[in-house]
């Protein structure tokens, strides 16, 4: 079991194929909820978090 088998989801995704332990309608599913999500969070007006950055030390 594993990369060289074919039954198996790590074994589907080297060889680039589907079926049921790799099914192409939950992944098509779940990229478009995942992508429906991060706008609507951009389009209730909330911003964005500022990144912190680092004060450099002064000799």
Known sequence: M???DK???QGKRRLGSYGNSRN???IK???KRAASK???AVAAG???KAK???KKKED
């Open 2 to 4: 594993g990369r060289g």
């Open 7 to 9: 039954k198996s989801k």
């Open 24 to 26: 192409r309608k939950k």
């Open 29 to 31: 599913a779940q990229l």
């Open 38 to 40: 991060k706008p609507a």
């Open 46 to 48: 909330e911003k964005p």
């Open 52 to 54: 912190k950055t680092v």
